[in-house]
């Protein structure tokens, strides 16, 4: 552990990659055959009211994507995830709620594991103008692990249904620290980083075993008996690989798991990078035929 592992010097460190961050978020111009139909809305939470964007399919919607943004707790915004928004609601037919869901160190966890939750139950209201009952949820990164807590916490609540969960490279252990997680030379996630991002998003390290924050961790996996099906996907050279391959473990043995996909030769936020285009366009079509098989199912 560093000084960074201090809460006040990783409460400004964050602040910090914040404020640089919302000045550098694009999202990269990817589908440019895919207009797009948006519209900003408000979610109602127990945290008060959640900014979103919604993104509309071309014809008749099967169902409803919530979708969570990464950026370790503390980064990123919605407008990141544009690319895989616009893909999901053209190839997938589905309606795409794009959350803009609270940053850490300003609201730390579980307000954004509970935003989620309430996102998910606000778009099951059989008043939208969607299926509710045909409910996805999934993020990226950061977003993955919400995707995931907020999966737990309809398990644990009774509801709302989810048809699928898809937990896209997500940190699913903030017990173990990054420094010690296996990682190829060069990886994209430093020791710093995870250690700046678990600290404003936890600064009790104790709290950081619970299973919202990581699932993947010691007997956090168990008792997933009933949990939403789940579609996991790793990167080869990810620090946070061997977590995702844990929980996907853990929801194979609870019968949860519908694929893990483990993509080869790239590391921690491909898609969001320059470069592989085709790639990515092949991973999202994966991800968006899970995601119309769930609605349809």
Request: charged share 20%; glycine share 10%.
């Amino acid at each position: 552990m560093s000084i960074l592992s201090k809460p006040f010097v990783a409460d400004r460190v964050a602040r910090l990659m914040g404020a640089v961050a919302a000045r550098a978020i694009t999202p990269r111009p990817l589908f440019p055959e895919i207009p797009g139909h948006t519209g900003e809305i408000s979610v109602p939470t127990r945290h008060g009211p959640m900014p979103a964007t919604l993104y509309r399919p071309p014809g008749d919607a099967r169902g409803v994507y919530v979708n969570a943004h990464g950026g370790g707790f503390v980064v990123g915004a919605p407008i990141g995830d544009d690319p895989l928004c616009r893909y999901l609601a053209e190839h997938a037919g589905v309606f795409v709620v794009n959350l803009d869901y609270a940053l850490a160190p300003a609201r730390r966890f579980p307000v954004p594991c509970e935003q989620v939750h309430d996102a998910l139950t606000w778009a099951a209201a059989p008043e939208r103008e969607w299926a509710g009952a045909r409910l996805c949820v999934g993020g990226q990164s950061a977003g993955g692990s919400l995707a995931a807590a907020a999966s737990r916490l309809a398990l644990r609540d009774g509801g709302p249904a989810i048809a699928l969960q898809v937990l896209h490279y997500p940190p699913l252990d903030l017990v173990t620290p990054a420094a010690a997680k296996p990682a190829a030379r060069g990886a994209v996630i430093r020791p710093w980083m995870g250690e700046v991002f678990d600290t404003a998003y936890i600064p009790d390290a104790a709290r950081r075993a619970d299973p919202l924050a990581s699932p993947a961790w010691g007997s956090n996996g168990d008792g997933l008996a009933g949990i939403a099906p789940a579609l996991v996907i790793t990167c080869e050279h990810d620090r946070l690989r061997a977590e995702a391959v844990a929980y996907a473990g853990k929801l194979a043995e609870a019968g949860a798991l519908v694929e893990h996909y483990d993509i080869a030769g790239v590391d921690h936020g491909y898609d969001l990078m320059r470069g592989e285009p085709e790639l990515v366009r092949r991973v999202y079509a994966f991800l968006a035929l899970h995601v119309e098989r769930a609605v349809t199912a």
